[in-house]
């Protein structure tokens, strides 16, 4: 499985991005898809999670601004973010794992991460 992000850039605070997830070679089973980010000298926190069976989690400081996707047919998994404040810059990852735990934003179950997009907010 590749996991290959993109869409982040550069926006002004109270601006949207929406990054994009595409996975190789996924399948239909049971499977948690995850994006995290990860700010300089932070630690990679989660930001939201899909379940296969279409569910969804959030971080709460989250919920209400970023809303996570999929697009199965194509394979990619998406994250939209609203209102952005220089507080979200990060590098975003995505992340995949063939089940789901409540231990969601945890960062050490997930199995294969993607290489990474920046979104700066100023």
């Known amino acids: 499985v590749q996991l290959v992000e993109s869409g982040g850039g550069s926006v002004q605070a109270g601006g949207s991005l929406r990054l994009s997830c595409n996975a190789s070679?996924?399948?239909?089973?049971?499977?948690?898809l995850g994006w995290f980010r990860q700010a300089p000298g932070k630690e990679r926190e989660g930001v939201a999670a899909i379940r296969s069976d279409g569910g969804t989690v959030y971080a709460d400081w989250a919920r209400g601004r970023f809303t996570i996707s999929r697009e199965s047919a194509a394979n990619t998994l998406y994250l939209q973010m609203n209102s952005l404040t220089p507080e979200d810059t990060a590098m975003y990852y995505c992340a995949a794992r063939w089940a789901y735990e409540d231990r969601w934003n945890f960062a050490g179950i997930y199995d294969y991460w993607g290489q990474g997009t920046q979104v700066t907010v100023s």
């Open positions: 070679q996924w399948s239909d089973k049971e499977h948690c």
